[in-house]
């Protein structure tokens, strides 16, 4: 069965930072586009970030400039490096293919708690 588990979220200060990492459990997910997603409460899903399997990366507006996303495909793991936390960015952050997620592939995310 495949999975991907999403960790590192976290609570931070307006203006910290943290690092998330999606680990898949086959290697499968190296040769496709793969994407971070959010979804606050009360709001639909949203697409934050995506990278290609070749390292080419697209983000939404609100975060352009403050997150990174990376893969490392010997370690099957994609990550999310956020800086400058808003309040806004506190959301469930999940990681899919991209840009579209697999119904069969979300799994539980990893909170981001932005405040002070």
């Known amino acids: 069965q495949v999975q991907l588990v999403e960790s590192g979220g976290g609570l931070v200060q307006p203006g910290g930072s943290l690092r998330l990492s999606c680990a898949a459990s086959?290697?499968?997910?190296?040769?496709?586009?793969m994407g971070w997603y959010r979804q606050a409460p009360g709001k639909q899903r949203e697409l934050v970030a995506t990278?290609?399997?070749?390292?080419?990366?697209n983000y939404a507006v609100s975060v352009k400039g403050r997150f990174t996303i990376s893969r490392d495909n010997a370690k099957n793991t994609v990550y999310l490096q956020m800086n400058g936390l808003k309040p806004e960015d506190t959301a469930a952050y999940y990681c899919n293919l991209g840009p579209v997620g697999v119904k069969n592939y979300w799994g539980q995310g990893t909170q981001v708690t932005v405040s002070s």
């Open positions: 086959r290697s499968i997910f190296n040769s496709y586009p």
């Open positions: 990278i290609t399997s070749g390292g080419r990366t």
